[in-house]
């Protein structure tokens, strides 16, 4: 069972995703902001993160980034799980260091498969 680290700012997409998470197995920890995510996750150290972008005040692409500087936390793979959907917002969420972009409304398969994937990598 992995420690997953949900960051999210609304509170119903927090609860389905934890729901999704944990009928797959695994143990989950929550963040409302990017801020909170940067602490939790130095503290907790989780095996991954699925980050929301559109948040106040620190975006996920801006967590996403310090988190990759950050020593204590470089080697957590963080998945991105968005509304964002186009080509570009994909594109520009790898580049800011995520294993994988998924989409909102979340496909629990899709999503426990791209979880799998992230840890074995």
Not at 45 to 61: A, Q
Not at 67 to 78: F, S
């Amino acid at each position: 069972m992995s420690k997953i680290l949900i960051v999210d700012d609304s509170p119903a997409q927090l609860f389905s995703l934890r729901k999704i998470v944990e009928d797959g197995g695994h143990r989950t920890i929550t963040a409302e902001s990017g801020e909170q995510a940067l602490e939790i996750a130095s503290f907790e150290n989780p095996e991954l993160i699925l980050m929301d972008i559109v948040m106040p005040g620190m975006s996920g692409y801006q967590a996403t980034r310090q988190l990759g500087r950050n020593e204590a936390t470089r080697h957590i793979p963080v998945i991105f799980v968005s509304k964002k959907s186009g080509d570009a917002d994909r594109a520009w969420g790898l580049r800011q260091g995520a294993m994988e972009y998924i989409t909102k409304p979340v496909n629990p398969g899709k999503l426990l498969t791209a979880i799998s994937a992230a840890m074995a990598a």
